[in-house]
């Protein structure tokens, strides 16, 4: 069987224990929340880091706290998510795109700070070694080419989050605490859309929380494409906030997933809905608003020309739930 | 008293199957369970290069590494094998040159798996890379390099050319000539367990290896052969297999490896693939391009089929030779087709090689077949059902081809689904993007000829009774999931009257069994069983003379049953069958009895006719419901509805397992599984890789992803098979794939002649369709390939004999069991 690579492994108690032992040596070091995702990436030798800091043992992160809204330690795993009724109730795009990633097992492993963590994804790069070796590596990790498209200039790799496009869709903000201190940054902020370095977060950062504004009349919904219904990673996907005043859309945020290397806010699709009472036609223009700015690339699976087409009918569909049709 | 005409107290009854409670108890033993003391590890080193000469490879780093105790290459390795004798064509480690990435190049033997796994990274390979070749296409431009230096000509393995009457005439002559071209992707088998084996010297110092294989015969001899040792000095043990599905039916270099190593060390080496490794290891469903030109009548009759297949073989010959004679061998047993030519190609390519996997080589052909039945149907203007039942093959018939039918139960199976599903309620009656799909197939009960041309028993079965009563019943055969155990004992507990439970069964260990040629083209039940029956019996006459004596009582009158031998005129007088052992040991000794089974001749006797025969078909009907979004391609299969001619089922519980298995399998190839490559622009790299090689992006549905299934087994006994059975383990698979094609035609009319069937595919062609180009997707030509001067074969209603006119004479001596003559009946 593929064996891990050895490694230090350490538990804090306290987050500013966690912190201050990542500040050591943040370059060699990593943090291990549910493990779905570092682990296998380690066997294929994607990430070897010296030292892993594990965050389970610190029952602050495994916490979901009522306050202005709701804020979601980075520790909850994804079934205790969707089992809590606030998150089911209030935030229902939220528990569907949590909802729907992996399995059951993987959900009972993973967590939501886990997943809006998640490595990029691609197909030329979720491999082991020895096939990464076979096409002379990529410029993810240990080569120079991003075989995706050779002459990019920067990684292809793509956002494979379900929750990221959904709490951006939501305005959520994420916590970063260090040994410097703490800060609070909106989810959107939290992304780069570059394969390589996807995350803003600084290598000595821990992603503490995640919150979620009072959800004040905001509707939401989560659209999933992938093969199969009971596995796989979005191939593309479409987060949908709206904030109604009685039939008539007072704001609106829509958010691609899977699409790009960070989740891909859609401003022009918004735009076209906001303050507006949502009529066919004005679903179907946000929902090819939308779709134009999707720029699926071959390194998932299914084809990128039907992914793009797919975007839209995501987008149309995640409409049609938040204007309950 | 013959075994098919009494009453049955096991056969036919669903039961609990005898090895269901070590598997779900977990105390199976599969070969990665085994742990000895001081077992040492191995990893293979693999190519990391397509297609390249290996100038130089430097293991003075990795054996000085931390833990290591041995570092094999090709050097140790100069004999080759091969599971066909016309393709003996691999070495356990590269020699001179790599063919595939994944190729091993190299083995460490270490302290753990981490400590080889490390040693494999020092070790230097220099490679010189040749042109890669990715694609038949390639392969059939470019005779140069040669990826092998044999084989019919430049870069291809196997071109066969095979003709039964004038079938151009015959075609040009009808009503309507169709012409279709085809393509199924290749696709691998997936088994849940992963390869494993572990090799250690016994205290005698003979050579014993553990291994998930489905043939340890096959094994057994490669090991001999590749290791230059004696075979009486080889011990094989098929360990239970976690699935096989054909993937576990080749000799491999990593058994080879590990029996040489422990040979060397004289320590227990054991090696567990990873799931990458298995798919490199492949010998999957062969990728097949075909094209179909049919002659039709207005009444629906075929005049004749002209079949072209070209299959990517990828870089060895494995089963390959065989299976590209079955991507033509099985078209004329469904259906009455009265001339026939047959043309059919194999490359090589610088990919995982292909081989035999469920259905072997006969899926593909079998797709384009029912596709263009259908297509046919559609323009005249019939029902697909009834078009089928009006050609339906004539039972206890001889093909254009030769082969021989036995029983036929398809039109009975085809009835059945149109009843059972409401087809003639929802043929094209359903609203746009709903439909149905039919579809049939045909699969060999065991192949008629053994891979080694001889003529020895194909299985052999032997009977140890003894005075406690107990049975124990050796046979060579191999549970691989699929049931053998149960069928072997559940033979013996129905002939000699006692509970399956009361069987012990010991198979698959080549110092303890006698021979059966192993768990393929779904030959156990029907050769095992007959062999088991046989050696029964025999033990069964001997206590019925010595129970006779005993109670006065004709042996005619005896009847074996609830464990007891009794008189059937006063059933209360009787012993019971402890007793009776012990009456028969008294009066002649120890008793042990011996059964063995060997097919019937065949009717062809033209090169390549050695591939098809059987003693039986099996037979199948499926339709296959589908719901497709008119938007956006997506499809979904809710329904299925499938009738199996199984002869009889012996244990309904395990065939209907078969049945739901095979559906389950079929609606992954029909569906999503594609064993596909990358190939990296040619400019800037030679490399060609498997395009995903793990189970999360290799696409196989889930259990939430299945269908319903209605399950119906048709049960007219066949005299060829124990108690009438016929094989269940492949046919069912067939029909799925064409099926769900046609169905989608049902539902939204177009046609997708390209597997596997997705929802890309579908919306290209509803584009299409829209655009009022031609509603399909898929290839539109076949290649020019320069076929061989075909074998001229009269077809038997003309008068043939089964004899190539034109064949060239034939060796006259053929010695028994050389083992390098000939193969599966490709004799070459």
């Avoid at chain 2, 029902?383 to 139960?409: C, H, K, Q, W």
């Avoid at chain 2, 790299?685 to 119906?712: C, G, Q, R, W």
């Avoid at chain 2, 004899?803 to 070459?828: F, I, L, M, Q, W």
Wanted: charged share 25%; aromatic share 6%.
């Amino acid at each position: 069987m593929m064996r891990l690579p050895s490694f230090q492994y350490r538990a804090p108690p306290t987050i500013a224990d966690a912190a201050s032992w990542l500040a050591e040596n943040p370059s060699e070091t990593m943090l291990l929340a549910g493990g779905t995702d570092l682990l296998p990436n380690m066997k294929r030798r994607q990430q070897t880091p010296g030292t892993i800091i594990g965050l389970r043992g610190i029952r602050e992160l495994r916490e979901i706290h009522n306050g202005k809204g709701l804020t979601i330690g980075s520790a909850v795993t994804l079934t205790d998510l969707i089992s809590d009724r606030r998150v089911h109730d209030s935030y229902r795009g939220l528990f569907q795109a949590a909802a729907q990633v992996a399995t059951p097992h993987l959900r009972n492993m993973g967590t939501i700070g886990g997943n809006l963590c998640l490595d990029t994804r691609c197909t030329y790069y979720d491999q082991t070694y020895d096939w990464r070796k076979a096409i002379g590596f990529c410029m993810k990790k240990d080569g120079a080419t991003c075989w995706v498209a050779t002459s990019s200039p920067k990684c292809l790799a793509v956002s494979s989050t379900d929750t990221a496009p959904m709490l951006q869709a939501l305005g959520a903000t994420v916590t970063l605490v260090s040994s410097r201190g703490a800060r609070e940054l909106p989810v959107a902020q939290l992304f780069a859309n570059d394969g390589m370095r996807y995350l803003t977060r600084q290598p000595d950062e821990i992603l503490t929380a995640i919150t979620l504004p009072p959800n004040d009349g905001w509707r939401s919904s989560y659209k999933k494409l992938r093969r199969r219904g009971s596995f796989d990673f979005p191939v593309a996907a479409a987060a949908v906030a709206a904030k109604f005043d009685g039939p008539d859309i007072v704001d609106v945020r829509i958010v691609l997933g899977a699409v790009a290397s960070r989740p891909l806010e859609s401003e022009a699709a918004a735009s076209v809905l906001r303050g507006k009472r949502p009529t066919e036609e004005l679903i179907s223009e946000a929902a090819a608003a939308a779709g134009d700015i999707a720029k699926p690339m071959d390194n998932t699976d299914f084809e990128l020309v039907w992914r793009k087409m797919m975007v839209r009918t995501l987008v149309r569909d995640a409409l049609h739930d938040v204007c309950g049709r | 008293m013959t075994a098919t005409d009494r009453s049955l107290r096991q056969v036919g009854r669903p039961r609990r199957r005898v090895d269901a409670r070590a598997k779900v108890t977990g105390q199976t033993r599969f070969a990665d369970d085994i742990m000895l003391p001081r077992t040492l590890h191995c990893r293979l080193l693999r190519s990391t290069e397509p297609h390249a000469r290996i100038v130089n490879i430097d293991t003075s780093r990795a054996s000085a590494g931390d833990g290591v105790h041995l570092v094999l290459t090709g050097e140790t390795f100069p004999i080759a094998y091969g599971i066909l004798p016309v393709s003996h064509d691999e070495h356990a480690l590269c020699r001179d040159k790599v063919r595939f990435v994944g190729d091993p190049v190299a083995a460490v033997i270490a302290r753990d798996e981490a400590a080889a796994e490390a040693a494999c990274r020092l070790i230097d390979v220099t490679y010189e890379p040749l042109r890669t070749f990715a694609s038949p296409a390639d392969s059939l431009a470019h005779g140069e390099p040669r990826i092998h230096e044999y084989g019919d000509f430049g870069n291809v393995h196997k071109a066969v050319s095979l003709q039964f009457g004038d079938v151009d005439s015959a075609i040009e002559a009808a009503d309507h000539v169709f012409d279709d071209v085809f393509f199924f992707e290749g696709n691998t088998h997936l088994p849940l367990e992963q390869h494993a084996t572990v090799a250690l010297k016994d205290p005698d110092g003979k050579l014993v290896v553990y291994s998930s294989t489905q043939t340890p015969h096959y094994l057994h001899r490669a090991l001999a052969k590749a290791l230059a040792i004696p075979a009486a000095h080889i011990r094989v043990i098929a360990t239970p297999n976690g699935g096989g599905f054909g993937g576990k039916s080749d000799p491999f270099n990593h058994e080879i490896v590990v029996a040489k190593a422990a040979l060397l060390l004289d320590r227990p080496i054991k090696i567990c693939l990873t799931r990458e490794e298995v798919f490199l290891c492949h010998r999957g469903r062969h990728p097949v391009l075909m094209r179909f030109r049919t002659g039709v009548n207005n009444d629906g009759r075929i005049t004749g089929l002209d079949l072209q297949t070209l299959l990517d073989g990828g870089a060895y010959g494995s089963y390959g030779a065989a299976s590209t004679f079955y991507t033509g061998a099985l078209q004329t047993v469904t259906y009455q087709i009265p001339r026939y030519r047959f043309r059919g190609c194999r490359v090589f390519t610088n990919k995982p090689p292909c081989g035999p996997k469920r259905g072997h080589g006969t899926p593909q052909s079998r797709f384009g077949q029912e596709v263009q039945l259908d297509k046919i149907a559609e323009h005249l203007k019939v029902d697909p059902a009834e078009f089928r039942l009006r050609i339906v093959a004539p039972p206890d018939s001889l093909t254009a081809n030769y082969m021989r039918v036995r029983t036929i139960g398809l039109a009975e199976c085809i009835q059945r689904v149109v009843d059972r599903s409401g087809w003639k309620e929802k043929f094209r009656k359903l609203p746009l993007g709903r439909g149905v799909g039919l579809a049939c197939s045909s699969y060999l009960s065991g192949a008629g000829l053994p891979i080694n041309w001889n003529d020895l028993p194909h299985s052999g079965v032997q009977l140890k009774l003894d005075r406690s009563g107990g049975i124990t019943v050796f046979c060579g055969a191999t549970e691989i999931g699929q049931g053998s155990d149960d069928v072997l004992v559940s033979m013996v507990a129905e002939v000699l009257g006692v509970d399956p439970f009361d069987v012990r069964a010991v198979t698959g260990d080549t110092d303890l069994t006698p021979v059966d040629l192993g768990s393929y083209s779904s030959r156990v039940t029907l050769m095992m069983g007959n062999a088991a029956i046989q050696a029964a019996e025999r033990a069964r006459e001997i206590l019925a003379a010595a129970v006779s004596g005993r109670l006065e009582v004709p042996v005619e009158r005896l009847v074996f049953a609830d464990r007891r031998v009794f008189d059937s005129e006063r059933p209360e007088h009787g012993v019971t069958f402890q007793e009776a052992v012990c009456i028969a040991e008294a009066r002649v000794g120890t008793i042990g009895t011996t059964g063995s089974y060997t097919p019937p001749k065949s009717a062809g006797h033209y090169k390549g006719g050695g591939v098809g025969p059987t003693p039986t078909y099996s037979y199948t009907a499926a339709v296959v419901e589908v719901e497709v979004d008119p938007e956006t391609g997506w499809i979904a299969v809710p329904r299925v509805w499938i009738a199996h001619d199984i002869g009889r089922a012996l244990n309904p519980a395990l065939a209907r397992g078969q049945v739901e298995g095979s559906v389950y399998m079929g609606i992954g190839e029909a569906l999503m599984e594609e064993q596909v490559f990358r190939r990296l622009p040619p400019r800037l790299s030679n490399a060609l890789v498997h395009k995903f090689p793990s189970m999360l992006e290799y696409k196989s549905p889930t259990s939430l992803d299945m269908p319903e299934i209605f399950t119906d087994l048709i049960e007219h006994p066949d005299p060829e098979g124990p108690f009438g059975a016929k094989e269940v383990g492949q046919g069912p698979l067939l029909p799925i794939m064409p099926a769900v094609a046609n169905a989608v035609f049902d539902a939204v009319g177009v046609r997708v002649d390209q597997i596997p069937v997705t929802p890309e595919k579908i919306l290209r062609a509803l584009k299409a369709k829209a655009a009022g180009k031609p509603a399909r997707v898929g290839p539109d030509t076949f290649p020019e390939i320069p076929w061989p001067e075909p074998l001229l074969v009269t077809p038997p209603q003309e008068g043939g004999d089964g004899r190539a006119s034109n064949e060239p004479p034939k060796r006259s001596t053929r010695k028994a069991d050389a083992g390098v003559e000939a193969s599966a009946g490709v004799r070459t």
